[in-house]
């Protein structure tokens, strides 16, 4: 089933491809930090302060890991043809939620229902 055109294809492969890069540069910049940061501060309190600071960047980085994971899903799916096709009822995924949300596996219909379930059963 091919829902997107190749103009769609292209500006979604790039799309992802320079936020994938963008992700890795970034996420290789926070090692090196941390290792050239890894010092003690003689002061408790600072030493906390680094500390926080230290697990908010690690933090931020495995949400990061995350989306580096979906991008590379929506990636393989370009390549295969199922990009734009939710994983849950197997209808196309609208143009404008994709441009929003390009990593998205679902339609805005299955998604909601999905959010709604989780609010009820606390998931």
Do not use: W
Request: hydrophobic residues 35%; charged residues 35%.
């Amino acid at each position: 089933m091919e829902i997107l055109l190749p103009e769609d294809k292209v500006y979604f492969k790039e799309l992802l491809t320079r936020q994938l890069d963008e992700l890795l540069n970034t996420a290789e910049k926070t090692v090196g930090s941390l290792v050239l940061c890894d010092t003690q501060a003689a002061d408790p309190l600072d030493q906390a302060s680094l500390d926080n600071d230290r697990n908010y960047t690690l933090r931020i980085r495995d949400r990061e890991s995350h989306l580096i994971k979906k991008i590379k899903t929506a990636l393989a799916k370009l390549e295969d043809g199922s990009f734009g096709i939710c994983d849950r009822c197997g209808e196309e995924i609208t143009i404008a939620r994709l441009k929003a949300r390009p990593v998205t596996s679902y339609c805005i219909r299955c998604k909601t229902q999905m959010e709604a379930f989780e609010k009820v059963s606390g998931f």
